[in-house]
């Protein structure tokens, strides 16, 4: 699993101005977009909410365990966002919801027309490789954040709650990035989970390619080969559909690979790094902390208090 970048916590609202403890509403709402900020005080179960309009949806703070018709039930944690289509009906478990701990999400509903005009501007100016048409998958509704969509959601935040004079423009702006950035989030992730087996697809093709592969070497040569295509068209058709360059791709899978092979209390840091494709420990030990803000060391004190609790 990648990296999950958690939003910058929004205030809570003031004690007197709650007007009830289980998905308490503040909104603010501008052209092309309105922003709910939920928060919840008591533990809760089925509780239900619908949108009028396509959400984008985001933890803050606390654990929900979400129930969507097509997906059933997942547990919801911060760093993670979550698509709604139009009036579709969430369910929503709040199980470790109270005063000292609440829970806090953000649902960001888009104007529609602002979507359809987007992915029009990418089908037509930016077609797939395969050219399949750009669109939101219902499949890939639970995603993790990438630094790209918190860094759009916090600023968009950030926009819709303040007084700029030009924050409908702003927002816009972003929103229309924000759109592009979840498509290749949900395209990774179908990716990853071998949906896309379309024999005209070469990136996904070589997606599979290199998590089957992922302990051995790779590098751009090969997987260009591979493709069929050539290196400039690979590398810019992989960042146009996934958001990430085939290098970040392969050290995300490798350090994905290093935590779970770091669960395994029994392993060391060393044999890890070795097993999941590193030439060099501390190289490893660099990027995982980069990636995910703390040693593999460190990771794996974490992982045993908690096994140990």
């Known amino acids: 699993m990648p990296q999950a970048h958690r939003l910058e916590e929004v205030a809570l609202s003031q004690e007197r101005s709650l007007k009830t ?4 509403r503040s909104a603010w709402t501008l052209e092309r ?18 949108f009028h309009e396509f959400v984008v949806t985001s933890m803050l703070t606390g654990k929900k365990v979400m129930h969507l018709p097509e997906t059933g039930a997942f547990d919801y944690h911060p760093g993670e966002s979550v698509l709604v289509p139009a009036g579709v009906t969430m369910q929503i478990d709040f199980p470790e919801a109270e005063d000292c701990n609440p829970t806090q999400c953000i649902a ?3 104007d529609e027309g602002m979507i359809r005009r987007t992915l029009d501007l990418l089908n037509e100016k930016h077609p797939k490789v395969d050219d399949s ?16 969509i918190a860094t759009l959601l916090n ?3 950030a926009l819709c709650s303040g007084d700029l004079v030009l924050k409908d423009v702003l927002a816009e702006l972003a929103i229309k990035e924000l759109i592009v950035h979840v498509i290749q989030a949900q395209q990774r992730a179908a990716a990853n989970a071998c949906v896309d087996r379309s024999p005209s697809n070469p990136l996904s093709y070589i997606i599979q390619y290199i998590r089957q592969h992922i302990t051995e070497e790779l590098n751009m040569e090969d997987l260009t080969k591979k493709a069929c295509m050539s290196r400039s068209a690979f590398y810019r058709g992989f960042r146009r559909e996934y958001g990430i360059s085939p290098l970040e791709y392969i050290l995300s899978e490798r350090i994905r690979m290093s935590k779970e092979m770091l669960s395994d209390t029994r392993q060391s840091v060393k044999s890890v790094a070795y097993s999941t494709g590193f030439r060099d420990v501390n190289y490893f030990i660099r990027l995982f902390r980069k990636m995910e ?3 593999p060391g460190r ?6 208090k908690k096994y140990s609790a």
């Open 33 to 50: 977009c309105e922003l709910n900020v939920f928060e919840t005080y008591r533990r809760a179960e089925l509780v239900p909410l619908t």
């Open 299 to 304: 990771y794996m004190d974490l992982l045993g």
């Open 21 to 24: 403890l289980v998905e308490n």
């Open 293 to 295: 803000g703390i040693t």
């Open 155 to 157: 600023r968009i935040i």
């Open 133 to 148: 048409p750009w669109q939101f998958s219902r499949s890939e509704a639970h995603i993790h954040n990438s630094l790209d």
């Open 108 to 110: 960001l509903a888009i």
